[in-house]
Structure formats: C-alpha cells, structure tokens
C-alpha cells in the first residue's frame, strides 16, 4: 500500500519537510487496526492509537453540527482534551442519533479503548464513522479493541489507516520528517473523508502524530491556525457531519521542543499546515466521484460576504456540474454570486477563471473562449471572485459534481 | 399539446375551480410566440403578450440575487408595475451579466414590445432566460417580436409558453374558470422553470392572466401571499437566479369585481393559490431529472431555526441523492438538521417519513424499516420534522438528484 505521490500547486513543498515511508508513526506511537464485524464488507473497522509516553499532550477540534454523535459527546464531556494518550475508533457506524443507549455504548467503548490501551479512560478519544440512526454493536467493538491490543505496533498506522475508511477511494495519510532548530522530528497522519464534507471540518476523522515535545497550548494553537487553513476550506458537498474529529498527539520521544513563539514553532508549524492542507485536498479529491478540484478565492471588503459568496460558488450544484463537464460556464459562478449576496444589485463582480478575466464589474468581457476552454480540462481549476473593497480574502476548495456522486449517496444504505 | 393531469395531496382541488382548455387566453388578452434564431435548437424564443384593456392592473416579483439580470433591472425601475399590459420576452439567452450594453438591449426591447403590443413603454414588462454572460442579439429580438406582433390572438398561450421554456421537459401552464360571487372569471398561466430554482421564487418566469376586475393594491396583495406560499416554498438546487420574475396582469374584461375584504377575494385568492402552487409543484417535478418530489414540513418555535433547518434537509445533495435512490435514510435529515442548527447540541431533533416516526428526541426509534422502504418509493415522500417549541411551521418542496441533474447541467453550454 502505497501513497498517492502528492502533487498540487496549492500546497507547495517545503525545503525542511521529507516525505517518508508510510506506515511507520514517529517513535513513541503504537497502532492497529482489525476486522470485527461492523463493516457488512468484512473489511478493518475498529482501530486503536496509543501513545506510551505519560507526558503526552494534545489538541482536538470537532464538528459544529447541533446533531452530535455520542462518541463525540463522549470525547468533548469525559475527556482530558489536552493529554489524550489513545484513540479507539470504528468505521461502519457512527454512533449518531442514537440517543442515551448511543452514549452509553460510546462511554463503554471509552472504557474498553482505556483497558487496551493501558491509559486512564479520560485520555482516550472515541471516534465512530459510518451509517447514522443505527445502535453500534457494543459487543463486536469490545471484541476488535482487544484483537487490536495485541496487534500494537510501531508500524501499525496503515492498518488503523483501513480500519477508518468508509466510501473512501483512496487512502488519505501522509508521514513527514521536518527538520527544525534542535533537531528533526516526525509527523504523521490518518484520515478519511469523501462526502458529507464542509463547512467546519468534514465527515472526517483526522489523527495526527508527532514525537516533537509540545505544550498543550502549542498544541492547541497549532491545531487550530491549521484545521482553520484546511479541514474548514474545503467542501465536497456542503454537509456538515455529525462526527467531524481531528486529534494531535504529541508524545514528545525526540526530545526536540518546539517552544512558544520560536523558529521551531514556526517551521513545525509550516510542516503541519502543509500535511494537514494535503489531506484536505485529498479529501476533496476523492470528493465521491470527483473528476476535478476547484479553488475559489474571493477578495473585498466585508469579510461575511467574501465567505458567504465564496461559500455559493463552492456549494452551487451548478458550479460543480460545470467543472465536472470541464465546462467554464462563469455565468453560473456570477448567478451563485449574487444569490450569495441578495438585495445588492447591480453588484460589480469580477471573474477570472485559470488567470483570463472574463467578467469585470458585473459586465462579459472578452477573452478566448477557446483558451479558457482549454484550461478548464486540467485537474485543478481555480476561479478568482472580486467584490467591491478590499483588505478580506478567503479561499474554498471545492470537488466537482459527477454520476459517481449519484451512484455512491442514491445507493449508500441506512 | 396538453397539460399533464395534475394530482397531488399536497395541492387538492377546489369546488369552485374547474380546468379547461389551456391555448385561450381570458378575454381580453393575445398572445404569440415565435422562433427567432436565439436559441440554437431553432425552437420559439420570442414571445409577446398584450391586454388589451387600457384600464388593466398587475403586480409583480423578482427575483432578490445580488446579480440581476439586464431585463429585470429595466423593468423594475422603467414600468409602471401596477399597470402592466404587456410582456415581451425571450429564452436562449438570459441577458445577465451583460453590464451597459445589456441594458441598453433589454431597454430596446421593451421599446420593440411597446410599438407591436401598441401600448407605452412603461406598461412593457421584458424577460430573458437562458445562458448568462452573452449579449443578446438585438436585431433578432426586435424581428422576433415583430413577427410575433402578425401572429398575436387569444388562443395564442401555449406558443408564449413554447417560447419561455429552456430545459424544461414538460409545459407548465394552467387555465381555469372560478366561480365567485357576481360570476365566472378565467385565470390563465404560462411558466417556465426546471433548475437554479430556490430560495425565492426560482429560474423561473410566470405570466398570470385574469378577466377578472381587480384593483392593483388587490392584484399585489394576492400575488404577495401567493406567492409566498408557492415559488418560494420550492428548491431544485438551492440555486436563485438572476431573472426570475412573477407578473399577474388583471384585464378586467369578464365586468366581475374581486372586492377587497370580500368573499370573492378569498375565493379568487383560493384559485390564484392553488393555481401557484401547482406550477411550482411541476417545477419540483420537472427538477432536471427529478423522479421523486419531497415535501419537508418542520415545526417548531423558532422560526429563522424552523426555516433553516426546512431549507437545510431540501438542499442536502445527500438527503436528496437518498430520495433519488427511493431511500428512508433519515440519519441524514438528522445531519443535515444538525448542520442547519451549529452550536446546539444535544438537539432533541423528532423525525417522521410519510407518518412513520423514525427518531424521537434525537433518538433512534424502532419502525418497520421493511414498510418505511415501501413507502418512499412513491412519487410523492414526506418528511415531518419536530425542533424544540411550538408555534411556528414551514415546509419546502425539493426535487431528488440523480443521473440525469448531471446529465443535464454538466452538458448544458456557456
């Protein structure tokens, strides 16, 4: 198993960050991943992270949405958010709107997760993806932590890697080395996501790992200057998940500190915002049936409208049709635009699709249709939205609308 | 050419409305269409209707996107909204986007339409529908219109309604006789529209006809609330276009007066209802390859919360691709529900599908998962969704998404 070789102009690389090889996580960290009988495919569906090392620290971020699954009731209400030491998840159900009984299985999972791992049950994080509405088998998930227990290992991350993937086409996870003041340390990372993905996070489990020594609050800061740069740009299909989590684990076995405020904070930083946009994007890659990826970033001067117009162009069926067809249709851009901000008319957009402007203050100009044609086709599209001010700016990455989206959700089962 | 037999619980019949024949107009009303080299298939695309009464009243509504259309700007600020006896319009290309230019056009063709109706300027609604971002051909419009001109008559509705339509698949018109205290009034409607259809009325046009008298205030009254309850109860994409546009025009020839405040406005204002909520139903229906219509009801106490979480569940691409698939997922109304509502959980969320209960509380309950699976194969499915409160309701109409929404709008051109 081998990653995607990644590659996108929108996250460019880094002269101190390497690649390395996949299924090794930073030292300090053990995991593993089994079939217990949760997926009807027979597939790995119950995972376990540990981290060994007592002083671990931590951050976590979870979705926004008010129909919360247990598991994440669970983990937000019981746990130690900043000394987490384990993860014990499972794929094929997510354990939501499943009322008291949902939390009571989630809490036991907690339990279970606890024992296997060898840690105290507040520092264990319980994450559950897959079908909503549907009571989780307590027995199956106490039956896969202990297999998963004795299958611990240093070497172990592709294996929890599968027992998260659910519609998944590919795998979404990524192991760096990052070279900052006082040494080099590793950091890794699992996730998975494909729909119901955007505004805050995703249908997406994210688990990163590093052997960097952290404070929790660098740990805090971190994690959330660089989900707030990735998980929350992009969007699939403009659903909100019930179960959206993203775990840091630093266990701190390198010995090399990344204190506040320092040149090590800022390059552990820059590594951590690029794996962590990587995944973003490969998350929208995979986007169910995604064709094609597509940026918009909108400038002017009042920053909701900037989010709120390039939040329509992101989310607007017509738009994702478009880009799936390699279509440069920007009169739909112009008219997601101007729902986005109603009561403005006559509003003065301008757009430019691949560098060719091809609107200026609300108004057709001319260009090469047969250029911009051209330049549609590619994997990556990025449109440039202008509204009147200036001094805001944000950017949405986006996955294309195709039958494969209509294949996967009209056949996916309760 | 005949109008599907209309049916739906959600729209019953009335005892003082009858159907008859759809190409007359009421009395007092002409109209044509024509094929005038605007679209590329060379179908009709330029249409004109004229009141020929000097007295006649109307209203009007637009669509609210920041971005209007060159046609909707000029007839919102050059006419005389409550006294319009004319319209002129074309599809194949919407005239949005256009800037300067594009007003200029739209305003020339209101002139075209003042000299071959014979009415003034000011009493000549224009509309466009089609591709946005191309100028319209102007000399084609005004040919277009004046060949119209030879050919207007009263029998003429159903060649103004070929000359609206774009990508419908079905026509949306209607023609009835109502019964109301001091005689019998005709009440006629063209209408167009089949994607980028939300949150106000739609990508839609409507043209209402009536013999009966009305005052303009009456005529504005009863188009308001009708219209509230019709166009913009529906969703196909979540998509507000650029030109949307309602105008009912009263002609008064039938000597019948609808008095306000009388039992005639309310039977009046019953079949002008019914007759709304018809078209926007055969909008939802037509839906760019929808095979099934949802209606989501959510009641509740709040209604900003009642309306977000209704427009939430009938703009879910998953609840949607579900209702495509004749599936009962409800776990995603409860997402999407929850991603309507950030920051409120535990949201004690009730769920129903077609009076079946599903999730009380935010809990899974036990149903016949066997007969629920029957019951959303039909062509109509009902989604009833319980927030916190009470006092407050709504509901919205959608359209499912399937293979031919792709279809359909990742082949249509720029």
Known sequence: MSAQPFSSRWVPGLSHVRDVALDRLPQG????????????????????LVCDSAD??????????????????????????????????????????????????AAKMQGAGAMCAGVHEDQVAVCSTGVIGVQLDGRAIVSGLSAARGQLRPDGAQDLQLAIETTDLFHKHAALEVDIPGGTVSLTAQCKGAGMIQPSHATMLCFVETDAVLSAETADLLLGVTVKRSFDRITVDGQLSTNDT?????????????????????????????????????IVRDGEGSARVGRVVVRGGHQPNVERAARAVANSPLVKTALHGGDPNWGRVAQAVGMALPETAPLPVDIAIEGMQVCVAGQAVGHDAEALAARVQGAEVEYVIGLPGDGCETEVFFSDFGHEYIRINAEYTT
Chains 1, 2 share one sequence.
């Open 56 to 105: 671990a620290t931590s951050a976590a971020r979870f979705t926004r949405s008010g129909v919360q699954a247990a598991p994440v009731l669970v983990t937000r209400e019981r746990c130690r958010l900043d000394a987490l030491r384990a993860v014990a998840v499972n794929s094929g159900n997510a354990n939501a709107a499943t009322g008291s009984l949902g939390y009571q299985l």
């Open 246 to 282: 993203v775990i840091l684990i630093a266990g701190g076995a390198s010995g090399v500190t990344v204190e506040p405020e320092s040149e090590a904070e800022v390059r552990f930083g820059e590594a951590l915002d690029m794996l962590l946009r990587r995944l973003a994007l490969l």
């Open 29 to 48: 960290f053990r995991a593993a991943g089994v079939a217990a009988g949760i997926k009807p495919s027979g597939g790995h569906d119950v995972g376990l």
